[in-house]
């Protein structure tokens, strides 16, 4: 089963930035969706960002747009969530799920309508707070 371990979080202050890792175990995640979901306190896993198994097109929620940046790096077998200009309603645990054959978009829309299906690892934990 695809493994991850989510890295990076931390307490930041409006307006900072944060630089999450996904990194797999056992694994690589060249050929596989892989995207970046977030729980808040208090309310249910949504969908920030997701990158294509075919190529590297992206999806982001409307939310993040412009202030967020999802990439992989194929060489540390790795993929990145580059956080900008955070806000303090990003506050969230970050997770990182992983799946072989979508877009960007349908593995955004799929993971939260299915999360029961997927891995969820530890995640990490952002707090954006002054």
């Known amino acids: 089963q695809e493994q991850f371990v989510e890295s990076g979080g931390g307490l930041v202050q409006p307006g900072g930035s944060l630089r999450l890792s996904c990194a797999a175990s056992?694994?690589?995640?060249?050929?596989?969706?892989v995207g970046w979901f977030r729980q808040a306190p208090g309310k249910g896993r949504e969908e920030v960002s997701c990158i294509s198994s075919y190529d590297d097109t992206t999806y982001y929620t409307d939310s993040v747009k412009g202030r967020f940046i999802i990439f992989r790096d194929d060489a540390t077998n790795t993929v990145f969530l580059q956080m900008n200009n955070l806000k303090p309603e990003d506050t969230a645990t970050y997770y990182c799920v992983a799946d072989q054959g979508f877009y960007a978009a349908n593995l955004c829309t799929v993971v939260p309508a299915r999360p029961a299906i997927y891995f969820w690892g530890q995640g990490t934990p952002v707090t954006v707070s002054s």
């Open positions: 056992g694994f690589t995640l060249n050929g596989y969706a």
